[in-house]
């Protein structure tokens, strides 16, 4: 069963540090994006990356966030320095661009659930 | 800005009724119209996607298009206390593969 994985599933970190959360797309899926979730503010999204190239960040806090694919297999999303309100869940999720059907639709991972004090 | 607006709810119904739950949207060049359903702590996974205007059936879900109207619909009939989550509409552009969420309506179906 073809799946995103998000690692790690939860983070608690103070405030100041460095959070790293990593994703790895469906195998195929050329497109991958980052969400961030809140009660507050929904799903919005952060990025996104076409052939591991980055298309769109400007969703993005760009002092403090930063996000890359140095791999069709990787995708990272890394906040340094982390602050509270950066408190939330990010969601990888992926699709496969010009696919017909299924796979042109997003897929997300599990989550990264950040709880920065 | 292209906008999704739905109700936050909660859309409360009993068991084995019908629910409704709405959806409008703003850009008119909207092609193409997805339902997500997200568990409390689970991530969105997707339970139906729609692209011509009128009805569309699988099991228990309908999704309804309407884009004179830009509005989309899913109705859930014979609910079960298992459809209880938040339900997320999404809406994409022709020509772009990036969807526009709205904020979802929270379901709940008692006993």
């Known amino acids: 069963d073809a799946r995103v994985t998000q690692t790690p599933r939860h983070k608690v970190t103070e405030m100041g540090q460095e959070v790293t959360m990593r994703c790895q797309p469906i195998?195929?899926?050329?497109?991958v994006f980052w969400y961030r979730q809140t009660m507050m503010q929904g799903l919005e999204l952060l990025a996104y990356f076409r052939n591991r190239a980055p298309l769109d960040d400007s969703g993005m806090p760009k002092d403090r966030f930063s996000a890359e694919m140095p791999d069709a297999t990787l995708a990272t999303l890394k906040i340094q320095p982390s602050e509270p309100r950066d408190s939330a869940v990010y969601f990888c999720?992926?699709?496969?661009?010009?696919?017909?059907?299924?796979?042109?639709?997003?897929?997300f991972g599990a989550g990264s659930r950040l709880t920065v004090l | 800005q292209k906008e999704v607006e739905q109700n936050s709810g909660p859309l409360s119904v009993p068991e084995g009724a019908i629910a409704s739950l709405n959806c409008t949207y703003s850009?008119?060049?909207?092609?193409?119209f997805f339902w997500y359903r997200q568990y409390s702590g689970k991530s969105p996974e997707l339970i139906m996607s729609i692209y011509s205007n009128g009805d569309k059936e699988d099991g228990r879900f309908t999704a309804q298009l309407n884009k004179a109207s830009q509005y989309v619909s899913l109705l859930i009939r014979d609910s079960q206390p298992s459809d209880s989550a938040t339900y997320l509409c999404?809406?994409?552009?022709?020509?772009?593969?990036?969807?526009?969420f709205g904020r979802g309506t929270s379901l709940i179906v008692h006993p």
């Open positions: 999404a809406v994409r552009s022709g020509g772009s593969y990036i969807p526009t």
């Open positions: 999720a992926s699709l496969r661009t010009g696919a017909i059907s299924g796979a042109n639709v997003l897929t």
């Open positions: 195998l195929g899926h050329n497109t």
């Open positions: 850009d008119r060049g909207s092609q193409s």
